[in-house]
Nanobody, 120 residues
Framework: QVQLVESGGGLVQPGGSLRLSCVAS????????MGWYRQAPGKQRELVAQ??????NYADTVKGRFTIFDDNDKNTVNLEMNSLEPEDTAVYYC???????????????WGQGTQVTVSS
């Protein structure tokens, strides 16, 4: 099994910054993709940023403000969030596509979520 634990959420004023981190633990042979999603009250979960095969993709609403980067040696993915807006308020979830061992199928794992609130 693979467990993901997020950290770094909190309350920040508009225009401020936060960095979210997500650490994977358990049986991990390789990590094929890492991503951050968010879900605001009354809305569906949406992709914020994703990285796989050396490529990074961002939602249009966060391009130029958010940066996803990893520390693969530590099975960690981070989300640097700058110029935060009230519309960024949501629960943020990390997700990873993990192969637990050679020749085993890929597992999609999710963290428990961390609250980000942007308000003055």
């Amino acid at each position: 099994q693979v467990q993901l634990v997020e950290s770094g959420g909190g309350l920040v004023q508009p225009g401020g910054s936060l960095r979210l981190s997500c650490v994977a633990s358990g049986t991990i042979f390789s990590i094929l993709a890492m991503g951050w999603y968010r879900q605001a009250p009354g809305k569906q979960r949406e992709l914020v940023a994703q990285m796989a095969n050396g490529r990074r993709n961002y939602a249009d609403t966060v391009k130029g403000r958010f940066t996803i980067f990893d520390d693969n040696d530590k099975n960690t993915v981070n989300l640097e969030m700058n110029s935060l807006e009230p519309e960024d308020t949501a629960v943020y979830y990390c997700s990873m596509e993990v192969r637990p061992a050679l020749f085993q199928p890929i597992i999609s794992s999710w963290g428990q979520g961390t609250q980000v609130t942007v308000s003055s």
